[in-house]
């Protein structure tokens, strides 16, 4: 058996502490929903954009669920432009949507970069 001295760059060196194994863990599983939230939620979004861009009959169950679902996360940005919406027939191209993913995509890398913070 040979002995190889602990400042060989090819030996890891194993840290065991429970503390901080459950740590990573518990901040694993936080930044996982994080992400998933926020995929989620920009990806409604995405949906209703296209679906206002093509003119989407609000009466429609799918539609309406996606209207339903993203209304409250939307509506704090209507208003914030004079030109909210571009009309052409029953389409409509919704400026507040496009920076409600922009704002929602940017806040949910925060909240991950805080979630994933070591705390001791």
């Keep these: 058996m040979d002995f190889q001295p602990m400042n060989d760059p090819f030996m890891r060196r194993v840290e065991t502490n429970i503390g901080r ?33 093509l003119g989407a009959n609000e009466t429609n169950s799918i539609a309406g669920l996606v209207y339903g679902f993203t209304t409250p996360f939307v509506v704090p940005f209507a208003g914030l432009f004079n030109h909210d ?36």
Excluded at 87 to 106: K, Q
């Design 85 to 120: 919406a571009f009309s052409y027939g029953t389409s409509h191209f919704e400026v507040y949507t496009v920076v409600a993913i922009g704002f929602y995509a940017i806040a949910t890398a925060g909240l991950r970069r805080i979630a994933a913070i070591n705390w001791w």
């Design 21 to 53: 194994e459950q740590s990573n863990h518990y901040t694993s599983i936080a930044v996982r929903l994080i992400e998933l939230g926020g995929a989620f939620l920009m990806s409604m979004l995405a949906i209703r954009f296209v679906f206002m861009l």
